[in-house]
């Protein structure tokens, strides 16, 4: 089975500046996509940017980023500009290609300081 | 963009009731949705992943007979949980893929279930 890996239970970040959440998964598949979601304390769940693994190339969605090492299977997530209404949690999910079912990782709580 | 709507937003019962939480996808058809739980601080765990017409495939560890789902068309899905007790305090996710984008999952706003 899939899993999902998220070492960083909380992170911290100064309003303005940049800051990476790390994310690894484990898979056998070839086929399936990698996301990063927000959940802020509402708890809708918010998509934020999402890779497809035959992608080589990083994708990016205005101030934030992912490095997707596929041979490491590692996802970051690197956010710049932090802005305040960036504090949430970050989940990284994977899905797989082949049945569908999205795996979250523990999640990172981010907290942006003014 | 698509959305999907989940109702209750937040319930609370009796132990020993059955609730019924209604995901409904507006403006699009939903071949496959899927249902989560999350506890206070923690991940969303998968429970469920049904596809309408097919009876629902539940994740190991999760009661069939007490999380009953229902997807009875491409729009509607319903989890049912039955004779409810205070261990079943969650909130409960849900999400739908889109027919010819399966690779998004759109999410419901989630349902707070509290049992007295």
């Known amino acids: 089975a899939q899993t999902v890996t998220q070492s960083q239970p909380e992170m911290s970040v100064q309003e303005a500046e940049t800051v990476t959440l790390s994310c690894t998964y484990d898979?056998?598949?070839?086929?399936?996509?990698l996301f990063w979601y927000k959940q802020p304390p509402s708890r809708q769940m918010i998509l934020v940017i999402r890779?497809?693994?035959?992608?080589?190339q990083n994708a990016t969605e205005n101030r934030f980023s992912v490095n997707f090492q596929k041979a490491a299977k590692s996802f970051s997530l690197k956010i710049s500009d932090s802005q305040l209404g960036d504090a949430a949690m970050y989940f990284c999910?994977?899905?797989?290609?082949?049945?569908?079912?999205?795996?979250f990782g523990a999640g990172t709580r981010l907290t942006v300081k003014p | 963009g698509a959305v999907v709507s989940q109702h209750p937003s937040w319930v609370i019962c009796k132990s020993g009731t059955s609730v019924k939480i209604e995901c409904r996808s507006l403006?699009?058809?939903?071949?496959?949705m899927f249902w989560y739980r999350q506890f206070p601080k923690q991940s969303l765990m998968l429970m469920a992943t049904?596809?309408?017409?097919?009876?629902?495939?539940?994740e190991q560890g999760v009661e069939k007979d007490k999380f009953l789902i229902n997807h009875a068309s491409l729009t509607l899905s319903t989890l049912t949980v039955t004779s409810a007790h205070p261990e079943d305090s969650s909130f409960y996710i849900c999400?739908?893929?889109?027919?010819?984008?399966?690779?998004?999952?759109?999410f419901g706003s989630g349902t707070q279930l509290s049992v007295l």
């Open positions: 049904s596809n309408e017409g097919s009876k629902a495939t539940y």
């Open positions: 999910a994977y899905r797989s290609g082949n049945n569908n079912d999205m795996r």
């Open positions: 403006d699009f058809q939903a071949t496959t």
């Open positions: 898979t056998s598949e070839s086929d399936y996509y």
């Open positions: 890779q497809e693994a035959y992608k080589q």
């Open positions: 999400s739908a893929s889109r027919q010819g984008a399966v690779e998004k999952l759109f």
